[in-house]
């Protein structure tokens, strides 16, 4: 099914005419007016507020935006390591509060030959079922010589073929194309092979031959083995393609107090470094900060030092669930005969009415991606994702965020994530940033409480000499907001100074209850996320949220 194809309410050149100028998620938007499967369906009411500008000069004029909240990275039976059906996670899906959502699931033999075609026909029939959600076909890629990503493509009439040619073609564990430590034999055509992957998915947009197609990397420092260039060659490859990673990653219910154990991390981050991993990762780069990645969570790390370059590499976060932390299902029993290799499909789950194994909570239940669109599609989600208008949080901390850089001297509304401000040398400029507070409790029962926002600059410097550089020494926390016990929508106000040098921002904020100096030291990032004690890791009494950033270009 196209897009063209979707009921009339989902047309991708609808404009949601009642977009809030917050920002504040659709969904939450529409539960409040009531307006809910029929919203989108207003395109002749729509105004010009609501459309792009085509003029792409000084000062910059973005469009108002809806926020589509999401999840890139959900398994099912289809996955070899999973155990829910399409079913159980769309209701999940449902219940939390998404709007979009990918299967991607883990590649093998099993799942190239049988699954995928299987798991296409669910698919399907899942977007009948459900009419109000977005619902991707992806594919979580073992990259040669590398961890792992999410690929996924717009729905047509040939993206189950892509995702199964690619699969066969590129994916790692299937060429036994794994080695990737320093010096090895095969790491340098291990590493070219997955390069020369993501340049073949940007050919087949090109060629039309599927609308659109995404990749974005998944839990990156879990296990030490994506390092500083690889990652760089792969956004450079294609960077309409390639657009980022995980800044945080799933598995958050993994260090639950007295629930897997006293060693257990928050995203399963419970590895050491091997012979695999590249070197120049300090060993505390295998935990995750505040639940973060420590690419991200780390002010003026690896993530900072990619912005620095110029070029935009945007974060996600998702839940990558395969089992549900207190969930009491268990696998089905294989009929005799059967197995995942010659099936691609696990058998149904059994309630077993006892809580099993698991570190994961269900999409939207913590993990939440929230991409600005100018209409609800797939499309439109995936442009969202590829323009950087992206942040995210977890425990539902935030309804809603809107961040505006403008040029003072400019009446319209600036430039929003992902983009990019052209000012000239010593001309004024303010950061808006406008937060809705949470309204309603969390999943946990909890209503959440923003404490602080931290705005976080970096000069813009270009394309790195030492591709595995994972330093950006001129970034820092230079604004940090105390917003405890404020309340409903509130805009803050940030004036930036703009020297001659080009620049980006981002924000950051988080409860407060966990913090401390940054990675890099207090004068660089004086109450950053921390790792928590092993095994006593309660992700609810520690949530952040986390923006892409805004560029300022300087000319003249």
């Known amino acids: 099914m196209t897009e063209q194809q979707l009921p009339s309410w989902a047309d991708p050149s609808v404009s949601p005419a009642d977009l809030d100028a917050q920002g504040v998620s659709r969904r939450g938007l529409l539960r409040r007016a009531g307006l809910f499967g029929a919203a989108f369906a207003l395109g002749s009411a729509a105004t010009p507020a609501f459309a792009a500008s085509g003029k792409r000069g000084l000062g910059g004029d973005d469009p108002r935006l809806a926020y589509l909240v999401g999840d890139h990275h959900v398994h099912s039976v289809y996955s070899h390591d999973a155990k829910y059906t399409f079913s159980q996670q769309a209701r999940a899906a449902a219940k939390y509060g998404l709007d979009w959502m990918v299967f991607n699931e883990h590649s093998n033999f099993g799942h190239a030959r049988y699954g995928a075609k299987l798991e296409h026909a669910e698919i399907v029939r899942a977007r009948s079922e459900n009419p109000r959600q977005l619902i991707f076909q992806g594919l979580e890629w073992y990259i040669p010589a590398a961890e792992h990503c999410t690929v996924f493509a717009a729905p047509g009439p040939h993206e189950t073929d892509l995702l199964t040619q690619f699969e066969l073609a590129y994916d790692g564990k299937l060429l036994g194309y794994t080695e990737g430590s320093a010096g090895a034999a095969d790491t340098a055509r291990n590493e070219a092979h997955a390069v020369k992957a993501i340049k073949w998915l940007a050919e087949q947009r090109r060629s039309g031959y599927v609308d659109d197609v995404l990749v974005i990397a998944n839990h990156p420092l879990r296990l030490g083995i994506d390092s500083p260039h690889e990652m760089r060659g792969w956004r450079d490859a294609a960077p309409e393609i390639m657009i980022g990673m995980e800044g945080a990653p799933g598995a958050q219910g993994a260090a639950i107090p007295g629930w897997r154990g006293t060693t257990s991390i928050r995203g399963e981050y419970e590895n050491k470094p091997s012979a695999q991993s590249w070197p120049g990762f300090p060993a505390d780069a295998y935990l995750t900060y505040g639940g973060f990645d420590w690419a991200t969570a780390t002010v003026g790390g690896l993530w900072d030092s990619m912005l620095a370059e110029g070029s935009l590499f945007s974060i996600t976060t998702n839940s990558d669930n395969h089992r549900t932390v207190f969930d009491t299902w268990k696998n089905g029993d294989w009929p005799a005969g059967q197995n995942f290799d010659n099936t691609g499909k696990l058998p149904d789950p059994v309630n077993t009415g006892t809580p099993q194994p698991g570190s994961d909570f269900w ?38 965020l809107d961040v505006r850089v403008k040029r003072d001297c400019d009446a319209g509304r600036g430039v929003t994530l992902g983009g990019r401000l052209r000012i000239r040398r010593g ?15 969390n999943p946990q029962g909890i209503l959440p409480e923003l404490a602080h926002v931290d705005v976080i600059r970096g000069a813009v410097r270009g394309p790195v000499t030492d591709r ?37 921002v981002r924000l950051r904020g988080s409860d407060g209850k966990r913090n401390g100096a940054g990675y890099l030291g207090t004068a660089i990032d004086p109450h950053g996320p921390i790792p928590h004690t092993p095994g006593d890791g309660d992700p609810w009494a520690d949530t952040w949220f986390y923006s892409n950033p805004v560029f300022v270009d300087v000319v003249g």
């Open 363 to 400: 999409p939207g239940e913590f993990s939440r991606t929230h991409v600005g669109v100018t209409r609800y599609g797939y499309r439109a989600v995936m442009a969202g994702l590829r323009a950087g208008r992206v942040w995210v949080d977890h425990g539902h901390l935030l309804d809603g």
């Open 427 to 441: 001309e004024r400029i303010t950061l808006y940033v406008t937060v809705t507070s949470a309204s309603r409790p």
């Open 468 to 504: 595995d550089s994972w330093r950006a020494p001129d970034t820092r926390v230079v604004h940090t907001k105390d917003v405890s016990g404020r309340k409903g929508t509130y805009t803050l106000r940030v004036p930036l100074t703009a020297g001659d040098e080009s620049f980006y």
